[in-house]
T-cell receptor
Framework: AAGVIQSPRHLIKEKRETATLKCYPI?????VYWYQQGPGQDPQFLIS???????DKGSIPDRFSAQQFSDYHSELNMSSLELGDSALYFC?????????????FGPGTRLTVL | GNSVTQMEGPVTLSEEAFLTINCTYT??????LFWYVQYPGEGLQLLLK?????DKGSNKGFEATYRKETTSFHLEKGSVQVSDSAVYFC????????????FGAGTQVVVTP
């Protein structure tokens, strides 16, 4: 079965650089969620989109922005990177925001900021 | 706000031992409850879920029952294998912000032969 695809899988950046992470949801899934997992920590919700509109916002820094495109893929743009942004970034997708539609997580993008 | 508390690890067990990971939650309304598993270097995989009180989720020998009276969702497995070694996350999703998971801190389980 098709799963959530994230690219790149690994990314190394310098401080103050920018990064773009991409998420391709499971076919027909119209809802995307972004999470950040710091080393040894639990995943923290950043933001979600439903039908290309932002649906929920969590602890996403102002330096980050995200959007969902017409084909439902999503991109997380991160600017002025800081050392503390080094983390595993997960994307998840679900078929609508209906309660009971389980989100499926992608393998994550590991971002290292040097 | 919502919160999830789960027992700290690491939990070290011998193969075929009984596993219990405690999880309690605080939430308004009636959240859905989940257990996700994360193997080294990999993403989060759904292990099981329960959407209402007294529901029992089960998968691959793992079970958890949604107990509203004790606000708990403890994970159990009767006989663990080395391949069960992973980090286990308890999580809740509020029904009014579906998918906005609140995760517990995760419990590392190490199963030795």
């Amino acid at each position: 079965a098709a799963g959530v695809i994230q690219s790149p899988r690994h990314l190394i950046k310098e401080k103050r650089e920018t990064a773009t992470l991409k998420c391709y949801p499971i076919p027909r899934h119209d809802t995307v969620y972004w999470y950040q997992q710091g080393p040894g920590q639990d995943p923290q919700f950043l933001i979600s989109f439903y039908e290309k509109m932002q649906s929920d916002k969590g602890s996403i820094p102002d330096r980050f922005s995200a959007q969902q495109f017409s084909d439902y893929h999503s991109e997380l743009n991160m600017s002025s990177l800081e050392l503390g942004d080094s983390a595993l970034y997960f994307c998840a997708s679900s078929l609508s925001r209906t309660s009971g539609r389980v989100p499926f997580f992608g393998p994550g993008t590991r971002l290292t900021v040097l | 706000g919502n919160s999830v508390t789960q027992m700290e690890g690491p939990v070290t067990l011998s193969e075929e031992a009984f596993l219990t990971i405690n999880c309690t939650y605080t939430a308004t309304g009636y959240p859905s409850l989940f257990w996700y598993v994360q193997y080294p270097g990999e993403g989060l995989q759904l292990l099981l879920k329960a959407t209402k009180a007294d529901d029992k989720g089960s998968n691959k020998g793992f079970e958890a029952t949604y107990r509203k009276e004790t606000t708990s969702f403890h994970l159990e497995k009767g006989s663990v294998q080395v391949s069960d070694s992973a980090v286990y996350f308890c999580a809740l999703s509020p029904t009014d912000s579906w998918g906005k998971f609140q995760f517990g801190a995760g419990t590392q389980v190490v199963v030795t032969p």
